[in-house]
Structure formats: structure tokens, C-alpha cells
């Protein structure tokens, strides 16, 4: 089975068979539906200057909460569709603040009912 198919998977069970040239198993699947929201690209990205910087997110059921750190407000990301994308004007600025700033950390929260999974990005200077 392809993995994308079992990513797509609702909760059940599923009957498979193999078929080999002299015998036949039958496979039950039990798939959970256990689907955890996730951050799917690198969680650490080099700064390219002048570019805006993109965390991609599988969020199944869930959404992006807070985006919180090193003073960003809402208007220095976009949250579009899993896609998490920190301006470039923001980055920069803080890289200017401060000489010897090499990293920002930028914490997330992804949220799914009364559920709250909270993580970390982190934005280098690329030298």
C-alpha cells in the first residue's frame, strides 16, 4: 500500500488480500484515525536575505494558534492554508536590532479541540 493512501485513511478496518502464485492471505487493517497535527518542513531554516521564510504544517483536523517570540505581532506572518510564512521586513529587522543576533525562535501552537501541542521554528543567519 502507498503511504499517501494510508494517510487518507478514516477510522475502520480494512480487508486486504494477497494474492502469491500458491496462497492468499487475508490482511485486516485497523486504522485508529489517530492523525497528529505536525510541522512537515525543517523546523530550522537559513535566512535568505530579503526573502520571506515558509513552515509548511499537516494539519489534519487542527489549526495554527498563536505564533509568539521575539516581539512578531500578526502583521509579520500569513497562516494560509497549513502554511506558516514569516516576512521577510520582520526577519531583517530583528537580524538589524541586534549585531551579533544569530537565531530567532519563533514558538507555534497547533490546536485541535481542547487539545493545544505547542513547538519551536528557528530562523538562522546564514554566514
Known sequence: ?????????IAGNYLYYFIFECKTIKVTLNVTGSHLPQL???STILVQSG???????????ASLGYITG????EDDYVI????L???????QSKFDEDDSRTKLIIS???????ELQASFVFIE???
Open 51 to 61: 526573502e520571506d521564510e515558509v513552515f509548511v504544517f499537516r494539519l489534519y483536523n
Open 125 to 127: 543567519l546564514q554566514k
Open 70 to 73: 521575539n516581539g512578531i505581532t
Open 1 to 9: 500500500m502507498k503511504k499517501e493512501k494510508n494517510a487518507t485513511m
Open 108 to 114: 507555534y501552537t497547533l490546536i485541535e479541540g481542547d
Open 85 to 91: 510564512t514569516i516576512k521577510s521586513s520582520f526577519i
Open 40 to 42: 512537515i518542513s525543517n
Open 80 to 83: 494560509e492554508d497549513g502554511i
